[in-house]
């Protein structure tokens, strides 16, 4: 394109300074021929990415830790005392196992032997357990015997209050230190089977019979093993007192009320 513009540069000078009279102008020039624009450069080939670089190796993984080793084993509870509770449980080591737990202990003694040999039911196994319990006196008139309706269970003597005066000595059983045990069953509204079970020193007795609910208040036993002519329990009546947690016999005993709680274990 420059080049075409500077050829009519000089077609415009010539008309202006050439020879000549009046006589009219030379014809024109004719213009120069356009130029032909240069062809357009190729462009350059485009450059191939470089090659991507190799990911690196995958490290090896590590190898797994030990497996810790187990506490030992907790020490075995103490062996019960006594009461024939059974020890504690020893605690278990870091990781490890609990303890055994210790024996129980046997009961102790409770009061001393009547001097009888003590009478002993063959059909009934075991003997009584629950605290040992001693008669203490009180004054004042007895608690009212309220009935109510016996339900299955063990009940153990608990408690056994004497209104009255105590008498010295003597041989009546019902008023001597003792553990006794109350083994309910088949109880219904009128009537119930018990067996009873009873220590004193070194001397155990067992008894077993039926229970009948004569009154609202009354209870009468009728023993049947040991017989009573073998020299068991003669039987009798009793007031009575029933929650769903005790059994309370009233008892006419020399000239007072011997009141005895058992309470179900």
């Not at 020039?29 to 090659?51: K, L, M, R, Y």
């Not at 509770?85 to 102790?108: K, P």
Request: aromatic content about 6%; overall charge neutral; glycine content about 26%.
């Amino acid at each position: 394109m420059r080049r075409f513009g500077l050829v009519v540069s000089f077609s415009l000078l010539f008309a202006a300074y050439g020879c000549g009279g009046s006589s009219g102008g030379g014809t024109g020039g004719s213009g120069g021929t356009t130029g032909t624009g240069g062809a357009s450069a190729t462009g350059g080939t485009t450059g191939s990415g470089g090659a991507s670089a190799a990911g690196g190796t995958t490290g090896t993984g590590g190898s797994a830790g030990k497996s810790g080793t187990g506490g030992a084993g907790g020490n075995a509870g103490a062996t019960g005392t006594g009461g024939g509770a059974a020890g504690a449980t020893g605690n278990g080591g870091n990781n490890g196992g609990a303890g055994t737990g210790g024996g129980g202990g046997a009961l102790a003694v409770c009061g001393t032997s009547p001097g009888g040999s003590g009478q002993q039911c063959s059909s009934v196994t075991g003997t009584a357990s629950g605290p040992c319990v001693t008669t203490t006196m009180a004054s004042g008139a007895a608690p009212t015997p309220a009935g109510g309706t016996v339900t299955d269970g063990s009940y153990e003597l608990t408690s056994s209050t004497f209104y009255g005066t105590l008498p010295d000595g003597g041989e009546n059983g019902d008023f001597q230190t003792q553990r006794q045990t109350f083994i309910v069953t088949s109880a219904a509204v009128s009537s119930f089977s018990l067996v009873q079970l009873t220590a004193r020193g070194t001397e155990n007795e067992s008894q077993q019979g039926t229970v009948s609910v004569s009154t609202v208040t009354t209870i009468t036993y009728t023993p049947m093993c040991p017989a009573p002519g073998d020299g068991g329990n003669q039987g009798g009546s009793a007031k009575f007192t029933a929650t769903s947690t005790t059994f309370t016999l009233f008892l006419s005993e020399d000239g007072g009320t011997l009141v005895r709680v058992y309470t179900k274990s």
